[in-house]
């Protein structure tokens, strides 16, 4: 099962949109709503910020928002601000019944 | 929920190691609870998981044969397990659960530091 493909970065300025693309490979995201997107600053565990595509948890910004078409899954972070400068991976469910990670985009805050 | 790891552990190659990560504040048997590999400044790596419920348990590919994942109902504890440690081995291992039909990690531990030197 090979990694879901992400841009290495992301750049933007406060308050800008930028939004980070996730693509798949056949039995993962085309097949599946089971896309989540985890936030990672240095040295900390990974958080939750987006599951089923596109569903926000409880205490998760509305600046963040997900949606999917094809075999492509999207982030989207709006109104950046220097608390999002962090990691972020997208994560599927497969036909394997296993999961896989996206490759990682560095989000920076210019 | 709350899910809290083993130590950090500095083991030599070809030593035996199982890390734990204990789980609490939810029902330990209808959750799924899963591995996850983070190499020095390299992305997260799926390991795999197991539902402690009925023991059943998948490895991405990449991982099947190179370690053992387990989970004792009566501790509320998961496990992840090598027979023979190699340097490639040394990474932070991350554990993560989420409910039965769901199909994202909502809950993480805070991670084990494993570094496998001679």
């Known amino acids: 099962q090979s990694a879901l493909t992400q841009p290495a970065s992301v750049s933007g300025s406060p308050g800008q949109s930028i939004t980070i693309s996730c693509t798949g490979t056949s039995g993962d995201i085309d097949v599946y709503n089971y896309i989540s997107w985890y936030q990672q600053h240095p040295g900390k565990a990974p958080k939750l910020m987006i599951c089923?595509?596109?569903n926000r948890p409880s205490g998760v910004s509305n600046r963040f928002s997900g949606s999917k078409s094809g075999n492509t899954a999207s982030l989207t972070i709006s109104g950046l601000q220097t608390e999002d400068e962090a990691d972020y991976y997208c994560?599927?469910?497969?036909?394997?019944?296993?999961?896989?990670f996206g490759t990682g985009t560095k989000v920076t805050v210019l | 929920v709350q899910l809290v790891q083993s130590g950090a552990e500095l083991k030599k190659p070809g030593e035996s190691l199982k890390i734990s990560c204990k789980g609490s504040g939810y029902s330990f048997t209808t959750y799924w609870i899963g591995w996850v590999r983070q190499m020095p400044g390299k992305d997260l790596e799926f390991v795999g998981i197991i539902y402690p419920g009925d023991s059943n348990t998948r490895y991405s590919p990449s991982f099947q044969g190179q370690v053992t994942i387990s989970a004792d109902k009566s501790t509320n504890t998961a496990y992840l397990q090598w027979n023979s440690l190699k340097a490639s081995d040394t990474a932070m291992y991350y554990c993560a659960t989420h409910e039965y039909s769901k199909a994202y990690f909502d809950y993480w531990g805070q991670g084990t530091l494993l570094t496998v030197s001679s």
């Open positions: 994560f599927s469910y497969t036909a394997s019944s296993t999961y896989v």
């Open positions: 089923e595509v596109s």
